[in-house]
């Protein structure tokens, strides 16, 4: 199963066989429909990665960043001896650097949509392509 994860990183672990990042991301609390309300929780995964990723991942990345990750959920665990437990494996694929959304993004687009809306001009083509000297 493919998921794609955003939040902050917690800790970054190197073995000989992997790297292992530590995220978590905010789950937003509600209010039930008999009025009970659920607080906000963080919730906590490990994304293991392959050991090409290891010098990637030191170079680019640290505690507290904000990535997006790309990968895939295995439903089985494995103990240290290899054994099959209960639980689940996030094999990371891929991982980037992730950005801020701003609270004014609405207001930002419609700026530059009345900016192109009141634009009306007409290219100069024969002025473009005359010499300039």
Do not use: C, W
Not at 37 to 66: A, C
Not at 70 to 88: C, R, S, W
């Amino acid at each position: 199963m493919d998921i794609n994860f955003l939040g902050h990183i917690d800790g970054i672990r190197y073995t000989e066989t992997a790297a292992i990042v530590t995220a978590s991301e905010r789950r937003k609390g509600f209010r039930k429909s008999d009025g009970t309300i659920v607080d906000d929780e963080i919730l906590t995964f490990r994304f293991l990665f392959k050991p090409y990723f290891k010098s990637y991942i030191s170079k680019h990345f640290n505690s507290g960043m904000l990535v997006k990750i790309k990968g895939v959920m295995l439903p089985y665990a494995k103990d240290h001896q290899g054994n099959i437990i209960d639980g689940f494996t996030l094999l990371g694929q891929t991982i980037d650097m992730a950005s801020y959304q701003t609270s004014s993004v609405k207001a930002e687009k419609r700026m530059m949509k009345e900016s192109q809306a009141a634009s009306n001009e007409t290219p100069d083509l024969d002025g473009f392509q005359q010499p300039d000297f």
